[in-house]
């Protein structure tokens, strides 16, 4: 059995569609949906059992987990079936301020859930972010011996920083898989609300104003439109999480990116082509509270995960083959679902 948190997001409903691909149907979803649409998510996957996350944490806190998924779920769970935990639940946003919220749900959290599986020879995944690596003056090493060296922008990412200092700290980092995403972009993220991608939010203008607006540089090397982010598709994402979670030999950081960086202008352009449509793109000034925290350049380092997974890995797609498929056959059709 594998557990897959925040399973019912985005890039979790995507992990468990290609887990499901692969005839892995053993998975136990952790989340917590409120009233929120995520639900839809996951009605075309197929999984043993959902289970809200804080009853979730209770149980491992009780050493109690198995215990109730063959009392409560699955009759006749047998004890050790528990292979691996993808940890993607946290609080995603990064611009929320309550540092004490972020504490408890991205760090004390995570720590609990990866104690609770090296302790039982789980394979642990664990979801991390290129916000760690703050305004990329530092560059964008997977490196554990430059994590000292990251000053993330904003307590999102420095959440999800602390995570991985304390694996390194505690040793627990050789032993786990911690995964930094770069600008994740796909199907399955409509519930997201400002925390989707801006290839969905550009859909939604274009189709109302039949234009886009872009923000316009504040630094005079870049263009505007043309600040620089690393973009990858959540299929991609999904497909090399399923490899790392089936290679428990695989532990450290990685960068899950495609290790290109593109600019906004490209982003947009891929868009209206996948619409077939002539650009139209309308340059607005970015909010003054964003400035001091935009990140203007990403681009992952990809070698050390390339390594891991081995050169018969397929490549991820370039931004025009993700924004064409995502387009066209889930934002345009009549089920935008994965």
Same mark, same amino acid.
């Given at each position: ?23 892995? &149907? ?6 917590? =949906? ?56 946290? @609080?995603? &946003?990064?611009?929320? %301020? ?15 859930? @990866? ?13 991390? &972010?290129?916000?760690?690596?703050? #305004? ?29 200092? $304390? ?27 400002? =925390?989707?991608? =801006?290839?969905? %939010? ?20 870049? !263009? ?15 497909? =090399?999480?399923? #490899? ?5 030999? @695989? ?12 600019? $906004? ?14 650009? @139209? ?5 970015? !909010? ?22 081995? !050169?018969?890995? !397929? ?24």
């Amino acid at each position: 059995m594998y557990i897959v948190t925040g399973g019912s997001g985005m890039i979790g409903s995507a992990l468990i569609h290609e887990l499901n691909e692969r005839g892995i &149907s053993d998975i136990l979803v952790v989340d917590r =949906m409120g009233s929120s649409e995520k639900w839809k998510n996951l009605v075309k996957r197929s999984y043993l059992a959902y289970m809200h996350c804080d009853l979730f944490l209770e149980h491992i806190r009780r050493d109690s987990l198995e215990e109730a998924l063959e009392r409560e779920y699955v009759r006749g769970f047998p004890l050790g079936r528990i292979q691996g935990l993808v940890h993607l639940g946290a @609080c995603s &946003s990064t611009t929320e %301020k309550d540092a004490d919220f972020l504490l408890r749900n991205n760090l004390e959290y995570s720590k609990t859930l @990866c104690i609770y599986a090296q302790a039982r020879n789980i394979r642990y995944i664990q979801a991390s &972010s290129a916000a760690t690596y703050g #305004d990329g003056s530092r560059g964008f090493a997977d490196d554990p011996d430059s994590l000292e060296t990251l000053r993330p922008l904003n307590m999102y990412g420095y959440s999800k920083h602390l995570f991985d200092l $304390w694996a390194r700290r505690t040793g627990r980092l050789a032993a786990l898989a911690s995964v930094k995403f770069f600008n994740v972009y796909g199907p399955n993220e409509y519930h997201k609300g400002d =925390m989707r991608s =801006m290839a969905h %939010k550009a859909m939604e203008q274009i189709r109302t104003e039949g234009r886009l607006r872009l923000f316009r540089s504040h630094r005079p090397e870049y !263009p505007d439109g043309g600040q620089l982010r690393d973009f990858i598709y959540v299929k991609d994402c999904a497909a =090399m999480l399923a #490899d790392l979670l089936q290679r428990p030999a @695989c532990n450290g950081l990685f960068n899950l990116g495609t290790g290109q960086a593109r600019s $906004w202008n490209d982003l947009a352009a891929a868009i209206f082509a996948g619409l077939d449509q002539e650009a @139209c793109i309308e340059y607005v000034d970015m !909010p003054e509270n964003l400035r001091g925290k935009y990140q203007y350049f990403t681009q992952a380092e990809t070698g050390r995960l390339k390594a891991a997974l081995g !050169p018969n890995t !397929p490549a991820p797609r370039s931004m025009e083959e993700g924004v064409t498929d995502y387009v066209r056959n889930y934002l345009m059709a009549e089920d935008a679902y994965l």
